[in-house]
């Protein structure tokens, strides 16, 4: 079952589809680096992300690249329940 989230973004997606890849924090703030537009991504960064702040516009989609997710995915109005596949 998903919960219904009230905000525009949830750091706890974020998080479980990051377990759900495999990565640490560090290792998706080093993926995001190397895409064009992204100067730079700390793991502190994925960490205050996870916590609730929001990404910006152009974080936000290369997060999306990275995980393999369309944005709307990753924005998603539920939360995915541990162990639920990913779509």
Sequence with gaps: ???IRT??????TLRTIRHA???SQQ???DKIA???E???CHQTTIKAWEQGRAPSATYLA???RVLGLSMERLCAAT???PGEPLP
């Design 1 to 3: 079952m998903s919960r």
């Design 7 to 12: 905000g525009p973004w949830n750091g706890d």
């Design 21 to 23: 890849a495999g990565l």
């Design 27 to 29: 290792a998706l703030a």
């Design 34 to 36: 190397l895409e064009p």
């Design 38 to 40: 992204c100067e730079k």
């Design 62 to 64: 290369a997060l999306a």
């Design 79 to 81: 939360d995915p329940v």
